[in-house]
């Protein structure tokens, strides 16, 4: 990504990892979710830092859960031509909640846990956009190339197996009893 790049970052073990891997560097420059934990907040979030910094790189990172809550919120984007980029790591799934359940609770099972494998490049792209997915690590660093020099609102579908972050391990630690 651009060295100047602004995050959105949203909920759930997708923006974990990225939390966790990618240095802040510029002051003011991550926004996340507030106090109240309120996930899907990245997409309106990342929204707002474009607007307050017209010309800067804006990366949105959410899981594919998250995205739903605000997803129509791609029409604003595209209508004022806020060039973001959203960042979708698509498991399939409620990833951090099925960690939790499967780790606590000792369960084969989830409940409520899985989602559609839907193509969001697709749905930005119904709202005028651009987007792509992404299947292989190989077409990481093209495909993020293209959307940031694509100048208009750019969706990256990564479809990704759901892996335990370190924030999750963490708050398993704190849950397990016994």
Known sequence: ???DTLFAWDGGDFAHWGRASI???IAGAWLRLGPLGTIGSSLPNGIALQVAHPGKPVAVITGDGAFGFYIAELDTAVRHKLPIVVIVGNDAGWGLERELQTAT???TETVACELRRTRYDVIMQGFG?????IDSLDQVRPAVERAFSAGVPYCLNVNIRGVRSPFTDWQISGKKTG
Not at 129 to 133: A, C, N, R
């Open 1 to 3: 990504m651009p060295r």
């Open 23 to 25: 240095p802040a560097r």
């Open 105 to 107: 609770i000792d369960a």
């Open 129 to 133: 956009g651009q987007g792509e997915t």
